[in-house]
């Protein structure tokens, strides 16, 4: 291994965070997160955390409280309700069109900082897999953490 191959494996560490859901509702991946950042030994930089799917998303809410994500989901069946007749893309079922409609206005991605080896998320803030869909399926985050 070259000294620049060394330098960059250790300035860049990534692994995946495997969630299974049990269906349409939020996961609290906070704790996998933070271990992935521990993981990386790395004291100050970024965590960029990109979600495999497109009927899933990643959202920071309040971990305090669980109403507020409660009243999320029924504010979002309010924006996108299931089986709306404008949706043509139908093929999986009437949660189909508006799981991928919720995770483009969610989105899949995002990045936090790193500060003292940790997430530096404020006190009320966790890191949540937003499951759009109703069956439950293993959704895969890939979690890369840079100096």
Known sequence: MSLYQYIVEK??????????????GTYDITGQVRKAVRNAAIQTGLCHLFLQH????????????????????????RLVPDGDPIYDHV?????????????????????????????????????????????PHERRVIVTIRD
């Open 11 to 24: 300035m860049i560490h990534q692994e995946t965070i495997r969630q299974q859901t049990q269906g349409r």
């Open 54 to 77: 497109t009927s899933a998303s990643l959202i920071i809410c309040e971990n305090a409280d669980p109403s507020v994500r409660s009243d999320l989901e029924r504010f979002m069946l």
């Open 91 to 135: 093929l999986e079922g009437p949660d189909d069109m508006p799981a991928h409609v919720r995770a483009i206005l969610t989105k899949m991605e995002m990045t936090l900082p790193v500060s003292n080896g940790d997430c530096a998320l404020g006190t009320w803030q966790g890191i949540y897999l937003y499951e759009h869909r109703y069956r």
